[in-house]
């Protein structure tokens, strides 16, 4: 199960519906071996694509080595889906390679960039299997 802070899920979807029509990525980064998404970390789409993103690779290993430097690890990884429900396509499953994390995907494919409804789901995504989690959200 995920427990996220409603702020945090709020600038998801706020990073989300600013980048529509592209997909939005990025991180929450946690203590390590906490499972506690603590620091939102936008990240540029790369690909600047509506059906695909790819973190910078310059960015990503700035962000890994800053991560390391504070004992922290990707504790969500997360994206958008701009046309499509917020489920992990074939890509999505193949660029998985942080077993323990949270993969939330947030589909504004309702709304655009609209203050519209989202969907907003969390799944693990282990060896290629993927496992649909419950999310709590708190304060």
């Known amino acids: 199960m ?3 802070s409603n702020a945090l899920r709020d600038q998801i ?3 989300a519906r600013a980048d529509h ?10 203590p390590a071996g906490s499972d506690r998404p603590e ?4 990240m540029l789409n790369a690909a600047r694509s509506p059906t ?14 800053e991560m390391d430097a504070r004992d922290e690890e990707p504790v969500v990884i997360y994206h958008s889906h701009t046309a499509t429900e917020a ?3 074939r890509t999505d499953v193949s660029y998985a390679n942080e077993p323990n994390a949270h993969y939330v995907l947030v589909s504004t494919a309702e709304s655009g960039n609209g203050e519209g ?5 969390s799944f693990r995504i282990v060896d290629g299997e ?3 989690e419950e999310i709590t959200f708190v304060p």
């Open 130 to 132: 993927i496992t649909e």
């Open 13 to 15: 979807i706020a990073h």
């Open 21 to 30: 029509p592209d997909e939005a990525c990025g991180v929450i980064a946690g």
């Open 52 to 65: 695909f993103y790819e973190f910078d690779s310059g960015d990503l290993l700035r962000l890994y080595k």
């Open 2 to 4: 995920l427990t996220i």
């Open 39 to 42: 620091r939102f970390v936008p």
């Open 87 to 89: 489920y992990p396509s």
């Open 117 to 121: 409804p989202v969907s907003f789901r």
